[in-house]
């Protein structure tokens, strides 16, 4: 079965341990070691990336490294792909710079 792996414990996310289907079941690894859960994904993830470990809602903190690394701007599920699709940057409002001349 493939892996993520969860950094800190106040983390949110799991990074992707090797490139995973829409539709796997991952177990997710604790700092600690121990399964900690068993989500289907939602979406393929490429290795490195993140998946989500609880459910999350616009405005809600991404936390990884025990740190905050973004803001869901959508709703996003457990076991779904966390990527720019999703999540804006804590300190700039990205989604304001769509379209926005360089």
Do not use: C
Request: proline share 7%; hydrophobic share 40%; charged share 25%.
């Amino acid at each position: 079965m493939k892996k993520a792996i969860q950094i800190d414990e106040l983390d949110n996310v799991a990074t992707a341990t090797s490139d995973v289907s829409e539709g796997e079941t991952l177990e997710v690894i604790s700092p600690g070691g121990a399964v900690i859960l068993r989500p289907k994904t939602l979406d393929a993830i490429p290795f490195g990336h993140k998946l989500a470990l609880v459910d999350l809602y616009p405005g809600d903190k991404i936390m990884k490294y025990g740190e905050i690394i973004g803001v869901a701007s959508k709703p996003i599920k457990v076991g779904a792909w966390v990527h720019t699709q999703n999540v804006e940057s804590a300190t700039v409002p990205t989604s304001a710079l769509r379209g926005a001349e360089p």
